[in-house]
Every structure is written in C-alpha cells, then in structure tokens.
C-alpha cells in the first residue's frame, strides 16, 4: 500500500509537468519566430523569399499546435513529443543563427552566443529531417514500432543521425551563412571539413535512406492492419 502512493504521485507530477510543458509549446515557437523576424530586420538581411518563409512557418506551427495537444493529453505518446521537438527546432535554433549574423554586421567581433548559434546550423536540421520524416511516420500513430521486427530500420538511421550531428558538431569551422563569415569551431578537429563533404558522407546518407524506405512502408504495413479509429 505504502508503495503505491509515491507512485501515484510521480505519475500526478508528471503528467502535471507534462500538461505544462505541452502548453509552453506554442508561445515559444511564436516567440522565436518573431525574435528571428525582428534580428533579421536589425540586422539588414533580406528576405528573398517572404512568402515561402511564411508557409515555411505556418507549416511547422501545425506541428507546434498538435505536438502541444499531444504532449499535454497523452505525454506518454512518443508522436507529441517528436513534433513538438520539431517545431521548436526549427523555430530557435534559425534565431540563433540569425543572432549570429546580426553580431556580425553590428559589432564585426563574434561572442559567446555567436559562436553557439553559428554552431548549431552545422548540425541541427538533419535531427530536424530525420526525426520529421523518418521516426514520425515509422512511430505513428501510438508513438510505438509496429513490432520488435522493425527495431532494426529505427537503429540504422539513428547511427547515421548520430554520426552525422557528431561530426557536424566537430567541424573545423562554422560558418555564418547570412553574412558569409566564418569562425574558428573551438571544439572542433584541425582539418575537419563539413560533414557533407567527407567521403563517410555517402554511407552514413544510405542509412538515412534505409530508415526512409522502412519509415514508408511501415505506413503501408500499419494503414493495411489498422481497424476502426486506428484506420480512420
């Protein structure tokens, strides 16, 4: 009896925090959004395609609003979580690349949070396709595999994504892409060219590809022994 409460407890706390956190969801993409528009602005740096920044947004606010439904009706449900940490990626980290650039062409001396927001662009949108395109689907719509079987297709591209962020986050250089200036990556290895351009490049792609195909035809697999709300 007595092992029972804390339980009860830690699962009330939990979903409590849950149901917090769910809410928060929204008000930080917007936040973000509107902190990267208005660096952007400050900073002098065109937009050359406004109407593609906005679908660009409005799309991944979709994700912002049922990842936050998710997360705070059924926090268990892996599907809430991943969307949500999708949206929030691609509304933060683009502001601080976009801070980065706006260091540069006001003051011309990189600080502390340039370097951090010039380094996270090396990284951060294969985690964002990845996750997107891959374990959304190979996860929907219980935010579990389909059976043990399909283990194998969500290990692949993980190792492939990890490599990839690894060697992203180790370059030898960061690059400010809006302003065409580069930085000195101070974690990076001496000679370490952009992870695209190393000869692993194309292995670590075809993983990616693997748990591409896998993500689609558990889609399929699922959709044909899928019944009633499940199928619908």
Known sequence: MNRRIPDARSRGWLSLLA???????????VASICTNYLLE???GLPNEH??????????????????????????????GWIMATVALMVAIFPAGGTYAAYVIVTRDQPDVLTVI???????YWWLVIVLAIIYLPLLLPDGRLPCRRWLPVAILPGIGTLAIVVLGALTDTLLVDDVHYRID???GIKGLSFVEDLPVFGVLNALLIVGLVGAVASVVVRFRQSRGVERQ
Do not use: D, M
């Open 50 to 79: 406004p109407l593609e920044a906005v679908v660009f947004w409005i799309g991944f606010g979709t994700f912002a609003v049922v990842g936050s439904l998710l997360v705070a009706k059924r926090p268990t449900n892996a599907i």
């Open 19 to 29: 149901h917090l956190a769910g809410w928060l969801i929204v008000p930080l993409y």
């Open 117 to 123: 927001g010039a380094w996270v662009q090396t990284w």
């Open 185 to 187: 990556n101070p974690i």
């Open 41 to 43: 602005r400050s900073a």
